[in-house]
């Protein structure tokens, strides 16, 4: 039987047709999710959160006669992990239906990269990368190359290459020749995509970019801002698209001519904060290669055709189901009250009093060094629908 993409009916809004919260975390309140990825099936997805743990999330597609239950999502469980979660993907052809290939890799800080198991959380194998101090490093971006052989790991001024069938310390490849040299890719490499043509990946790197450096290189298998995430167009293999920190522009380069200028520029609706987040923001490109997601800042999702919203947050990341016509979104960032004002003036007289056995002491200003704790606005994750079979609901 012969497969066909989806079809995305942009004619007018989607339908939000499932909204899901995250697992309840007692011990962290003001949780949310931070990034999540469908399996290659679409039968779950899994959320990257801020409690330092993976949240695993079935979903169900039941009969279309059965209207009103459509879909149905289920917490299937949470996998906590030791410290701070960098990022994480996917194995790829990863379904539930098929338990050998039912596992991602992620990379935690101070740990070696871990390939668990999405059943069950067990850890698989384990591959580090260890620098001159002996230490851990956690890398910025992870990817696994075409034929799901080799996992890629990205980190400052280098990428360290891994035979998922051998578990252990991998090959190194610097982007750069040396610290001192002005050649090469420089600073934390934060994004891998490998091209469906198998000849070439690209990479990209968080040290803004100047006229004496790049930073996207190519690899065999001019923005002034630090690079996020990188893609290649699914049936478009020459097209690449990348996204900048703090710009509010997708830019594609074809990569059979001209690489010095884009050849188009997706550019989100202006919105009323001015100043754009650090927050990582990931754009997804469906799987025919006609449209392309991305959040903002401002709680909205764009839509771009590639051939010519109630978020109460931002939306930090988008992703196309594998198969069907629905899109998912997850909201959630730190937010800090700056009406907050922390330390107290009788607390610091308090703290003072042993201090006071001189006239110079009398002078003494204590000032708090505690941070503000960050609070969420929305954590919640939904699916909208694209059907071109759905029913449109007129105000």
């Known amino acids: 039987m ?8 942009v004619s007018y809004p989607p339908d939000l047709v499932l909204t899901n919260n995250l697992d309840v975390d007692p011990d962290f309140a003001d949780n949310f999710a931070r990034c999540a990825r469908w399996c290659a099936d679409g039968s779950s997805f899994l959320v990257q959160c801020e409690n330092r743990s993976f949240q695993l999330f079935n979903i169900f597609f039941l009969p279309k006669q059965l209207e009103g239950t459509q879909l149905s999502a289920q917490h299937k469980r949470t996998f906590s992990q030791s410290s701070a979660v960098v990022n994480f993907a996917w194995y790829p052809g990863a379904s539930s ?3 050998p290939a039912y596992c991602f890799v992620a990379s935690v800080r101070d740990c070696p990269v871990k390939l668990l198991d999405a059943s069950d959380g067990r850890l698989r194998a384990s591959y580090p990368i260890i620098d001159h101090r002996e230490r851990f490093i956690a890398p910025h971006s992870l990817a696994f190359n075409l034929t799901a052989d080799k996992l890629y790991c990205g980190f400052e001024d280098a990428i360290e290459i891994f035979d998922i ?16 040299s002005k050649d090469g890719l420089k600073g934390i490499i934060s994004s891998i995509a490998f091209s469906s043509s198998y000849d070439y990946y690209a990479i990209g790197s968080l040290t803004p970019s100047s006229q004496a450096m790049d930073n996207i290189a190519l690899y065999s298998e001019s923005n002034q801002a630090a690079i996020m995430p990188l893609k290649f167009n699914p049936i478009k293999p020459h097209i690449l698209y990348a996204a900048f920190r703090r710009h509010d522009a997708i830019y594609a380069w074809d990569l059979r001519s001209d690489t010095s200028v884009p050849v188009q520029v ?7 904060r001015k100043t754009r987040t650090n927050q990582k923001i990931e754009f997804d490109i469906d799987y025919a290669g006609r449209w392309l997601s991305v959040g903002d800042q401002d709680g909205c999702v764009s839509m771009f055709d590639l051939e010519d919203s109630d978020e109460l947050d931002v939306i930090g990341c988008v992703a196309f189901h594998p198969l069907r016509s629905n899109l998912l979104s997850i909201s959630g960032s730190r937010h800090f009250d700056e009406d907050i004002r922390e330390g107290d003036s009788d607390s610091s007289d308090e703290d003072s009093t042993d201090q006071e056995s001189d006239s110079e002491s009398q002078n003494i200003t204590a000032v708090s060094t505690r941070r503000p704790l960050p609070y969420v606005k929305d954590s919640s994750l939904k699916l909208w629908s694209f059907e071109p079979t759905r029913i449109v609901q007129h105000a």
């Open 266 to 272: 997706f550019k989100t609706a202006p919105g009323p």
């Open 165 to 180: 069938q051998q578990p252990g310390e991998g090959d190194r490849l610097p982007t750069t020749p040396s610290k001192k």
């Open 97 to 99: 239906n098929n338990a």
């Open 2 to 9: 012969e497969w066909k993409p989806a079809q995305f009916d």
